[in-house]
Nanobody, 114 residues
């Protein structure tokens, strides 16, 4: 089974940017689609964005226009570029297949605060 490891989180001020990485232990593109998800304290995990092997990239309305999902085939990695960050973006961010059929990893914490 492909395993995914997230990294790149941190503390950033409102309006700032971060780039998250999702590195695969196997061929990430053996997965039909890769998604980013997030879970804020006290809330359920929610979907953020999806990049399929082919077809249209999709974003949750809450991040559309601010976040960009992309992939680097050579590095077997999927990225989430997050711009214009808001306090409500504070969460642990995870990558998984879409639908989320793989075991969840540790995630990477993003905290947006002044």
């Amino acid at each position: 089974q492909v395993q995914l490891v997230e990294s790149g989180g941190g503390l950033v001020q409102p309006g700032g940017s971060l780039r998250l990485s999702c590195a695969a232990s196997g061929n990430i593109f053996s997965i039909n689609a890769v998604g980013w998800y997030r879970q804020a304290p006290g809330k359920q995990r929610e979907w953020v964005a999806t990049i399929p092997r082919g077809g249209r990239i999709n974003y949750a309305d809450s991040v559309k226009g601010r976040f960009t999902i992309s992939r680097d085939n050579a590095k077997n990695t999927v990225y989430l570029q997050m711009n214009s960050l808001k306090p409500e973006d504070t969460a642990a961010y995870y990558c998984n297949a879409y639908p989320a059929i793989l075991t969840w990893g540790q995630g990477t914490q993003v905290t947006v605060s002044s």
